[in-house]
């Protein structure tokens, strides 16, 4: 979310144009030369863009992986498994908005939506992780404890 709140402050989420997935018209604009991009947008604010696409890429691939081992190999742990398997369930959905909020003037509700979403997710990632972080440094503190009143 940062990389996003990063382009939007540039000014840059329509930097990448409407080439979706393609940025400036090539896929990693970080490799080319800045004046064969664009000569509307800075190049902070096409990489600014391009940062954003590319970590909610490979965070989704993430949480694909994460929701798998979660459903299959996580047990006694519904809410963590329920939070992580919806966030990811709704990804889809925000990468559609994403695309649909990436034009000229976006319709506010789109925007909204896709920000509600967005923080849905992060929260639901957080809770999750509050949650077995908890359950892992428990029996941890626990040995340490007990160790160390011995």
Not at 24 to 43: K, M
Not at 80 to 93: E, Y
Not at 98 to 124: E, K, N, Q, R
Request: charged letters at 10%.
């Amino acid at each position: 979310m940062g990389a996003a709140v990063y382009s939007v402050a540039l000014q840059g989420w329509m930097s990448c144009g409407a080439g979706f997935p393609k940025c400036a018209g090539v896929w990693a604009p970080i490799f080319h030369p800045v004046e064969t991009l664009s000569a509307e947008y800075t190049a902070a604010q096409i990489l600014a863009e391009w940062s954003h696409r590319a970590i909610a890429f490979l965070t989704g691939l993430l949480m694909l992986a994460s929701s798998a081992i979660a459903w299959w190999r996580i047990t006694g742990f519904w809410l963590t498994t329920r939070l992580v398997v919806s966030a990811t369930a709704v990804l889809p959905f925000e990468a559609w908005l994403g695309v649909v909020t990436g034009v000229p003037d976006p319709a506010l509700g789109y925007v909204a939506l896709h920000t509600v979403i967005s923080l849905f997710v992060l929260c639901s990632l957080a809770v999750a992780t509050a949650v077995l972080w908890r359950h892992a440094t428990r029996g941890t503190h626990t040995a340490t404890e007990a160790a160390a009143t011995n």
